[in-house]
Nanobody
Framework: VQLQASGGGLVQPGGSLRLSCAAS????????VGWFRQAPGKEREFVIS??????SYADSVKGRFTISRDNANNTFHLQMNTLKPEDTAVYYC????????????WGQGTQVTVSS
């Protein structure tokens, strides 16, 4: 599976941004889909994931970020609301076959900068 992330950019604090991740090579229907991020000088961290109708969140994004899937287009999205400067990072999309496997495919990353 190849993943292509898009939608990053510069947004003011309190604003919103929607990231997309398009998959190719095979369908990701039924797979676990997720987003990670890496801020400058920090390790990559888990943000959010979705599988079988269930969503897992990092505490830092609960109530602000949501994940959605578009199976018809083999795509999934990250809706980010009430953005904070600490959300600034490179965001990566990823997929894995199920909860017992590793994250096997990663997108190239898209920069999100939250600043006034």
């Amino acid at each position: 599976v190849q993943l292509q992330a898009s939608g990053g950019g510069l947004v003011q604090p309190g604003g919103s941004l929607r990231l997309s991740c398009a998959a190719s090579g095979r369908t990701i229907r039924g797979w676990v889909v997720g987003w990670f991020r890496q801020a400058p000088g920090k390790e990559r961290e888990f943000v959010i994931s979705s599988w079988s109708g269930r969503t897992s969140y990092a505490d830092s994004v609960k109530g602000r970020f949501t994940i959605s899937r578009d199976n018809a287009n083999n795509t999934f999205h990250l809706q980010m609301n009430t953005l904070k400067p600490e959300d600034t990072a490179v965001y990566y999309c990823a997929v894995r076959y199920n909860l017992r496997t590793e994250w096997s495919s990663w997108g190239q990353g898209t920069q999100v900068t939250v600043s006034s």
